[in-house]
């Protein structure tokens, strides 16, 4: 399918322009300074007693975040589309578009916990070409550059060298909220057989957070069942670009309409797919 990214063969096989490179360090600032904003909301546990409460609360920090990253990024690209719903999957129409998630661990922040970021990924011809994911409390940014490399704050990553998933650290998330069962009974046994063949599991949202530690060596493999654009595709570049394979769960080229997607050094990626498919 030509409007996917077909493997990672392909991603890989981008070269990186001057201009893309000059892009991405613009994409970092602007990316910066919606985490700086969502940063100056987090702190307090937010409470809620209702779904729509819950819902207010969550747009209320992704619009925080969107009134700095869509000025900036529709000044850096004015031709290029926007994704509303980082909620979305699947093909996107011919040409560039930018998929943001302005509060990706949204349910996190409000619970004053740590695990959430800010991500913005230009995608052109349904093939992600720069990302940037920032860390407001760490300070971490993290970016890639289709055919130029994964970095975090300007020092390259490289995947983990593990080859025994015996000895290796593995993780997963929820796809979404009000998944359907068929899912999350996958989900669960998947969790199940990874018990039996890795050291550890490790469950948590969001997923881009566990695709950046992916790529920087720390956990050797991720899987996840169904799942949007804005979780995947910018965890898929920085580990390709970090020397990491990407597949479906299966182990065959993930496209954003695969029904799975695993994240893994070379060493574990064929054992994470045995264990998977049982």
């Known amino acids: 399918m030509s409007a996917m990214l077909q493997n990672t063969t392909a991603v890989a096989a981008a070269v990186a322009t001057t201009a893309d490179t000059d892009l991405l360090a613009q994409v970092a600032i602007a990316v910066r300074e919606a985490g700086s904003a969502l940063l100056?909301?987090?702190g307090d546990v937010v409470h809620y007693r209702t779904r729509e409460e819950l819902m207010h609360a969550l747009a209320a920090n992704d619009d925080t975040a969107l009134d700095v990253l869509r000025p900036r990024l529709t000044q850096l690209r004015p031709e290029a589309g926007w994704v509303e719903?980082?909620?979305d999957g699947g093909a996107l129409p011919p040409g560039e578009w930018w998929v943001v998630d302005p509060a990706e661990g949204n349910v996190n922040h409000l619970h004053a916990l740590p695990d959430w970021a800010v991500t913005a990924t230009l995608v052109r011809e349904?093939?992600?070409?720069l990302t940037v994911v920032h860390l407001p409390l760490t300070g971490e940014t993290y970016t890639a550059l289709a055919g130029a490399g994964a970095h975090l704050d300007g020092r390259p990553l490289h995947v983990s060298p593990t080859a025994d998933l015996g000895l290796g650290?593995?993780?997963t998330s929820q796809a979404r909220p009000d998944e359907n069962e068929e899912v999350v009974r996958r989900v669960g046994s998947s969790i199940t057989a990874m018990l039996f063949d890795a050291l550890v599991v490790r469950t948590a949202v969001p997923a881009t957070l566990h695709l950046v530690n992916v790529a920087a060596?720390?956990?050797d493999a991720f899987w996840q069942f169904a799942g949007?654009?804005?979780d995947l595709l910018p965890g898929a570049l920085l580990v390709t670009e970090a020397g990491g394979r990407i597949s479906d769960a299966q182990g065959r080229p993930w496209t954003p309409l695969s029904e799975s997607f695993l994240a893994a050094a070379p060493g574990v990626h064929a054992q994470?797919?045995?264990t998977l498919s049982r």
């Open 40 to 42: 100056a909301r987090f």
């Open 85 to 87: 719903d980082e909620l």
């Open 217 to 219: 060596g720390r956990i």
């Open 272 to 274: 994470a797919v045995t």
């Open 169 to 171: 650290i593995v993780a």
């Open 126 to 129: 349904n093939r992600p070409v």
């Open 228 to 230: 949007a654009r804005a």
